[in-house]
T-cell receptor, first 113, second 112 residues
Framework: NAGVTQTPKFQVLKTGQSMTLQCAQD?????MYWYRQDPGMGLRLIYY???????DKGEVPNGYNVSRLNKREFSLRLESAAPSQTSVYFC????????????FGEGSRLTVL | SQQGEEDPQALSIQEGENATMNCSYK?????LQWYRQNSGRGLVHLIL?????REKHSGRLRVTLDTSKKSSSLLITASRAADTASYFC????????????FGKGTSLLVTP
């Protein structure tokens, strides 16, 4: 049982390049989330999807887009990467949103040069 | 915006000692959760305490919640080197929308 799987684990981009972070969960969870973690800043919510077919902005959505492809998959896209987007990105899922326990992936470390 | 704030930012203790971490938050909550993050890994859920509970235990973990002071504490008893990690509190306060807000974490180092 894999839980939440993120790919890639590491990525280096040049400023202006685009890329998509993939996330898949096999727990039949309804809600999925993308957070970024920066030193001294804790985790900040980028986007979330309360259920299949819906997505909403979190605290720091600028520069990102998301797609809830189906119930299992929630991708995060950087259209034109900037050095300020250098971070560790975590995908998480929960049975339902709001108050439930989150299950996290192992993270994707992105460096933008 | 981040609702929970952990204190201290860093804590260093020896094996066998107890470790206490605190979390303060700003708005009313339905529940508060604690997570652990080992270096280079994802976060793992430890315990959830509801707003109508005052104390909860799970193995060597003891969590308290004081909604009048908007604060929570996590106590790890008889710490082990394997407890070395960062610990985060997360709240579902009224300003969080549909998702949890995480604090900046407490970094715990347990030395043999």
């Amino acid at each position: 049982n894999a839980g939440v799987t993120q790919t890639p684990k590491f990525q280096v981009l040049k400023t202006g390049q685009s890329m998509t972070l993939q996330c898949a969960q096999d727990m039949n969870h309804n809600s999925m989330y993308w957070y970024r973690q920066d030193p001294g800043m804790g985790l900040r919510l980028i986007y979330y999807s309360a259920s299949e077919g819906t997505t909403d902005k979190g605290e720091v959505p600028n520069g990102y887009n998301v797609s809830r492809l189906n119930k299992r998959e929630f991708s995060l896209r950087l259209e034109s990467a900037a050095p300020s987007q250098t971070s560790v990105y975590f995908c998480a899922s929960s049975v339902t949103g709001g108050t439930g326990e989150l299950f996290f992936g192992e993270g994707s470390r992105l460096t933008v040069l | 915006s981040q609702q929970g704030e952990e204190d201290p930012q860093a804590l260093s203790i020896q094996e066998g000692e107890n470790a206490t971490m605190n979390c303060s938050y700003k708005t009313s909550i339905n529940n508060l959760q604690w997570y652990r993050q080992n270096s280079g890994r994802g976060l793992v859920h430890l315990i959830l305490i509801r707003s109508n509970e005052r104390e909860k235990h799970s193995g060597r973990l003891r969590v308290t919640l004081d909604t009048s002071k908007k604060s929570s504490s996590l106590l790890i008893t008889a710490s082990r080197a394997a407890d070395t990690a960062s610990y985060f509190c997360a709240t579902d306060g009224s300003n969080s929308g549909y998702a949890l807000n995480f604090g900046k974490g407490t970094s715990l180092l347990v030395t043999p």
